[in-house]
């Protein structure tokens, strides 16, 4: 079997289409939206996702509000540019990009975000919206895992879904997500602690393996016909590798690979998150 691609950067583009219509349609009622970054240090990825954030914008007609902070910047600084967006009318929603650099309080940080401003869901008070399963805005991440699932028809209801990587961008939210109502999936989240992971896996109708393990997910350990989804990223020789093994296509159902399958949705919600902002404030 070689496994149908769950092609992220195609359907991303897709979604970004359909956001540059709804984008015009706020402008034409006199409502301009507006995506902030808060970006810290050089890491050289989280440079680039921020790049590509901002190209995504421009694409889709939603300003752009960059704040770049230097490696050494201080708690207070950043505290300070996450004020100024949380004033800023220009700014419909923003993102601090993470990780920060070591040092920074990170959840404080978080926490300081004008939940309504908060375009990556990741505020407590959002958080805690997930866990109640109210509406507001959901992580980038699982929000992109789920359309890109939905867009392929990968079946949801009663499925079995491994999901490796407890993270608060991706593994802890997808599983919340995945057991709502509307999806209906049984989610075990597996993670360091687990005891025997091949054994889970084995198992799963969908993996999503979120560990930043290199090639974590062998053919051995993925049953015939399942989705395995690619979320993790590690260099390796200065190259980019997934927590998925190359052979995994040859035995699984679907497989979005990386780069290619989730980080284009991850990105292409970002912009949806602000894009609904905008529209829940007009209406
Ligand atoms: N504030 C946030 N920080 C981080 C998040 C997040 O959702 N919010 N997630 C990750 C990184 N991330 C988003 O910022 C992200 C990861 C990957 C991509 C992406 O488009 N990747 C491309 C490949 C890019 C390349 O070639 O380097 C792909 O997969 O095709 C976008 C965003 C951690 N931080």
């Not at 980038?140 to 867009?151: N, S, Y």
């Not at 159902?253 to 905008?278: C, D, I, K, Q």
Request: glycine fraction near 10%.
């Amino acid at each position: 079997m070689t496994a149908q691609i769950l092609d992220g950067k195609a359907t991303a583009a897709e979604i970004r289409n359909d956001l540059k219509a709804r984008v015009a349609a706020l402008r034409d009622r006199g409502i301009a939206v507006g995506l902030g970054t808060v970006l810290v240090g050089d890491d050289p990825g989280s440079h680039a996702y921020v790049g590509m954030k901002h190209r995504d914008c421009a694409e889709v007609g939603i300003r752009s509000i960059r704040r770049d902070l230097p490696a050494d910047a201080t708690q207070e600084q950043v505290e300070q540019a996450v004020a100024e967006l949380n004033a800023d009318p220009d700014c419909t929603g923003y993102i601090v990009q993470l990780p920060l650099p070591k040092g920074l309080d990170e959840k404080r940080v978080l926490e300081l975000i004008d939940p309504d401003k908060d375009a990556d869901g990741l505020h407590p008070f959002n958080l805690g919206r997930l866990v109640l399963m109210q509406p507001g805005p959901l992580p980038c991440t699982p929000k992109g895992i789920v359309a890109l699932l939905r867009r392929f028809d990968v079946p949801l209801r009663g499925a079995e879904v491994v999901v490796i990587g407890r993270g608060v961008t991706a593994g802890r939210p997808l599983g919340l997500l995945l057991t709502r109502r509307s999806e209906n999936a049984t989610v075990t989240l597996c993670h360091t602690g687990t005891k025997d992971l091949a054994a889970h896996t084995r198992k799963a109708d969908i993996i999503v393996a979120a560990a930043g393990v290199p090639a974590l997910i062998t053919a051995d350990m993925v049953k015939p016909g399942a989705a395995v989804l690619d979320v993790g990223v590690s260099r390796v020789n200065g190259k980019l590798t997934g927590d998925v093994a190359p052979d995994v296509a040859e035995i699984a159902g679907w497989v979005a690979p990386n780069p290619g399958g989730v980080g284009p949705m991850t990105r292409a919600m970002l912009l949806a998150n602000v894009v609904e902002a905008a529209e829940a404030t007009a209406s």
